[in-house]
Nanobody
Framework: EVQLVESGGGLVQAGGSLRLSCAVSGITLDDYAIGWFRQEPGKAREGVSCSSTKDGSTWYTDSVKGRFTLSSDNAKNMVYLQMNSLKPEDTAVYYC??????????????????WGQGTQVTVSS
């Protein structure tokens, strides 16, 4: 059974930092692309950062470039999202996801077959 379990969300003041973690089991990260997505109430889920673990190619949505960093520890089957200089508009539920297309590193939701349950990030002004 494939499981992705996020942790590390919480309440933080604007300008602060959080590190999200995603523990992956049932698949080997070497064979999958990974992504972080977020969703605000009443809005569509959007890509935040995605990476091909095959060659390390990484994509970031414009609003987080320079502030967020996606990383992975394939030996531990862990994925991380370091979020710095957080803004109130970063408030959302954050999800990690895995795509069987290991060379893919884009934000197309349909490419990601496995999803975590999400972790809430709230940034206060």
């Amino acid at each position: 059974e494939v499981q992705l379990v996020e942790s590390g969300g919480g309440l933080v003041q604007a300008g602060g930092s959080l590190r999200l973690s995603c523990a992956v089991s049932g698949i080997t990260l070497d064979d999958y692309a990974i992504g972080w997505f977020r969703q605000e109430p009443g809005k569509a889920r959007e890509g935040v950062s995605c990476s091909s673990t095959k060659d390390g190619s990484t994509w970031y949505t414009d609003s987080v470039k320079g502030r967020f960093t996606l990383s992975s520890d394939n030996a531990k089957n862990m994925v991380y999202l370091q979020m710095n200089s957080l803004k109130p508009e970063d408030t959302a539920v954050y999800y990690c996801a895995a795509s069987p297309v290991d060379t893919y590193y884009g934000p197309a939701i349909k490419e990601y077959h496995y999803w975590g349950q999400g972790t809430q990030v709230t940034v206060s002004s």
